[in-house]
């Protein structure tokens, strides 16, 4: 178990903790971001139609009108909610910036919450709704609109997509590398620190955009020299926080983890180049998942004590426990 100051700040829409805050006065608990992510984070429940007023239950909420700036207004008597929540959401956000949130993790389809593919309903009188055709999925609700103009580069997802595996991983690993920025500004970043992130960062960051790692490479390089240190840690950040937001591709660990063989060229006997080659083109091949070459790797690290690879956070960048890798 992690100490509990040692975990990662999260926000989360407040039903998926099992909050009876929805329109109905029902939740929507997800086991395993309470169960098991739950473990390694400290959750910010946030539920905009609570904490703006509304009682449980409450009549419905829908967007309406304009995908690109829809309003929010109640299923059957018409009441517009739009500016009262877009006030609330700027003010709620205002306190979150004290939070030092790494991460959000949003309701799907809710017309407060959703981040994408929430339903816009045709701006109609009511008598005139049948005829006016179904809704557009193209609608953000309303907090999680102002939510992510305001952190534009935080990692955020929707419960519903962290079903998917692989979106999974990528976000787990970025509010890890995001809780380990945070631990680094918090203790006062100095050129030496920024060297010794980004190198413990190497492989993590190539295995989601080599260009970011050739780009933040150059301006690492000449930390020593940069006047405002403020200016340095902001041009970091959004550079980091981009890469990984990029899609780490089979292609692109295949090109980590050939890149990461090549550390053991003068130790690994014939045989163990040879399996440890096999097993690169089985996972390739999607035989294998990516845990079994991670895992392989992490043995030679330790039988030849590779002290340089003993610290890429790319061979660990997140608890075991989780499996996340045993499924990409």
């Given at each position: 178990m992690v100490d509990a100051t040692d975990k990662i700040t999260l926000g989360i829409s407040a039903c998926l903790l099992g909050h009876k805050v929805?329109?109905?006065?029902?939740?929507?608990?997800?086991?395993?971001?309470v169960n098991t992510l739950g473990a390694y984070v400290r959750f910010v429940p946030v539920c905009p139609e609570v904490e703006m007023g509304l009682p449980v239950p409450r009549e419905a909420l829908r967007l309406v009108g304009d995908p690109q700036n829809p309003r929010l207004i109640t299923v059957r008597g018409g009441e517009d909610f739009t500016g009262r929540m877009r006030e609330w959401s700027q003010e709620r956000i205002r306190g979150l910036h004290?939070?030092?949130?790494?991460?959000?993790?949003?309701?799907?389809?809710?017309?407060?919450?959703?981040?994408?593919?929430?339903?816009?309903?045709?701006?109609?009188?009511?008598?005139?709704?049948?005829?006016?055709?179904?809704?557009?999925?193209?609608?953000?609700?309303?907090?999680?609109?102002?939510?992510?103009?305001?952190?534009?580069?935080?990692?955020?997802?929707?419960?519903?997509?962290?079903?998917?595996?692989?979106?999974?991983?990528?976000?787990?690993?970025?509010?890890?590398?995001?809780?380990?920025?945070?631990?680094?500004?918090?203790?006062?970043?100095?050129?030496?620190?920024?060297?010794?992130?980004?190198?413990?960062?190497?492989?993590?960051?190539?295995?989601?955009?080599?260009e970011h790692y050739r780009t933040m490479g150059k301006l690492v390089a000449g930390a020593g020299t940069h006047e405002r240190a403020e200016e340095l840690a902001e041009r970091y950040q959004t550079l980091l926080l981009t890469a990984m937001g990029r899609e780490a591709t089979v292609k692109k660990h295949v090109n980590v983890?050939?890149?990461?063989?090549?550390?053991?060229?003068?130790?690994?006997?014939?045989?163990?180049?040879?399996?440890?080659?096999?097993?690169?083109?089985?996972?390739?091949?999607?035989?294998?998942?990516?845990?079994?070459?991670?895992?392989?790797?992490?043995?030679?690290?330790?039988?030849?004590?590779?002290?340089?690879?003993?610290?890429?956070?790319?061979l660990s960048p997140h608890p075991l426990e989780l499996k996340l890798r045993n499924h990409v």
């Open positions: 929805r329109f109905d006065g029902g939740h929507k608990l997800d086991s395993w971001l004290d939070e030092g949130l790494c991460g959000f993790i949003f309701k799907r389809a809710s017309p407060s919450s959703g981040m994408e593919r929430v339903k816009v309903y045709r701006d109609v009188p009511p008598e005139e709704a049948k005829k006016a055709g179904p809704p557009v999925n193209a609608g953000v609700g309303i907090f999680a609109a102002e939510f992510m103009r305001a952190f534009p580069l935080l990692p955020a997802e929707e419960e519903g997509r962290l079903n998917d595996p692989a979106l999974r991983e990528n976000f787990v690993e970025r509010i890890f590398v995001m809780r380990r920025w945070r631990q680094l500004l918090q203790e006062g970043m100095t050129p030496g620190g920024l060297v010794a992130f980004h190198t413990r960062h190497k492989l993590l960051i190539m295995s989601h955009s080599v983890l050939q890149h990461v063989m090549g550390y053991f060229k003068k130790t690994l006997t014939a045989d163990e180049k040879q399996e440890l080659l096999e097993i690169i083109q089985a996972y390739h091949a999607g035989l294998v998942p990516l845990i079994v070459p991670v895992t392989l790797l992490n043995h030679y690290v330790r039988k030849y004590a590779e002290s340089y690879l003993a610290g890429q956070w790319y």
